[in-house]
């Protein structure tokens, strides 16, 4: 199916004994050949993605489409969506991956160690949601700026690599007073600004520490370039800006980073407010799940209604769907294994549906009871968009 990136919502037809799912807009104008062609091509730092299951937004803003969502839980690294704030640096750091150092402080022996040293204290491996804080962006009325992103900037990736915990124990421990961990990237930064303005670092309450990683593989293979190879920051149920990519430095501060990105940046404020430290930041994600697939009715058969559901910084207890607009709601089914607290569980509801229009929804609840609300409250950058009206689908059936 081709999707259109801007589509307030997705409208979807579904004919009965028919082969097809034709995306349309929502005043009804059909997503046209010639448009697809136009589509923006892959760069080549992410040529080996999947460009039939990918939107180009910029270079660096490459958004999973809708219908890409499978049904096994995992999501391909040639499907996982792309958010770098700054250029990928030169694929030459991953020409020998053991060599890249990390310099480790805030512990009470810091030192400076290379990829390989870090292999040698240990592994561990953990399923999360990886998700761009803008995830939803495109849901807001105010039009609210950066990438347009629908529901696409999020993934559930298996990550492997050495736990924090590990390695602050094997240097000693946190030192005193350390209430973050920070992270610095590794990205080439412009000539002629202040770093502070543009390095991508972030920091994040030490608590993080229990469940993070510093991972080198990502779904049983080296961490891509494009998703922060050789070594990246793993934070299992925050936002994908903490995760932070070519992990250069890692610190227990007492102290958030300085850097523009943490300080104003990604801070949730009313619409027309500046970013300031005083705002909350974006940290853990909240409960949240989307419709994928409306499949194509059977002559005989019930419609089969697909989606995914995650609970943030907790586990997805139950999943809600409704076919009449939120009037009434039927309890989903998960498909496959629970993957884990902070990974995401796809599933499954089969419904009647006579021919006609249907808004579809969905509604998770994490195991703390928290539910998807339905509305979202806007905010100046559009930041986690988890309410499910927005996130609802017309389904046309004939």
Known sequence: MTSAPHLHRRHFIIAAGTAGVLATSRDGGLVSAVQAKEAKALPPYVAWKDPQAVIVHSTNTIETKRDAFGTTGMTPDEELYVRNNLPAPSEKIVK????????IEGVRQPRTMTLGELKKL??????????????????????????QWSVGAAGNVFWSGVPLRTVA????GVADGRMFI????????????????????????????????????MNGRPVPLAH???????????????????????????????????QTGYRVRPVGVKGA??????????????????????????VQIYGVAFGGNQSVAHVDVSTDGGKTWKRAQFLGPDLGRFAWRPFVLAA?????????ASRATDAKGSTQP?????????????????????????
Request: net charge negative; with cysteine.
């Open 169 to 172: 124990e094997a240097l000693g």
């Open 228 to 262: 922060g190879g050789p070594l990246r920051l793993v934070l299992p149920g925050y936002y994908g800006v903490n995760n932070v990519k070519y992990l250069k430095r890692l610190a227990f501060t007492k102290t958030e980073s300085e850097a523009s990105i943490q």
């Open 96 to 103: 020998d991956r053991d060599a890249w150092q990390l310099s």
């Open 277 to 302: 430290p005083s705002q909350p930041s974006m940290w853990e994600m909240d409960v949240k799940s989307w419709v994928t697939h409306p499949l194509k009715e059977t002559d005989k058969g019930p």
């Open 182 to 217: 920070t992270g610095t990237g590794g990205e080439t930064l412009p000539d002629g600004i202040d770093p502070k303005k543009v390095i991508v670092e972030r920091s994040v309450p030490v608590e993080a520490m229990e469940h993070g990683l510093l991972a080198w593989e």
């Open 352 to 360: 009647d549906l006579k021919p006609g229009t249907y808004t579809v």
């Open 122 to 147: 240990g592994i561990e491996s953990i399923i999360a949601v990886l998700q761009c804080s803008g995830n939803g962006r495109a849901f807001f009325d105010h039009k609210a700026s950066g990438t």
């Open 374 to 398: 339905e509305q979202f409250e806007p905010n100046e950058r559009g930041y986690g968009h988890n309410g499910w009206r927005a996130h609802a689908v017309d389904v046309t059936v004939t």
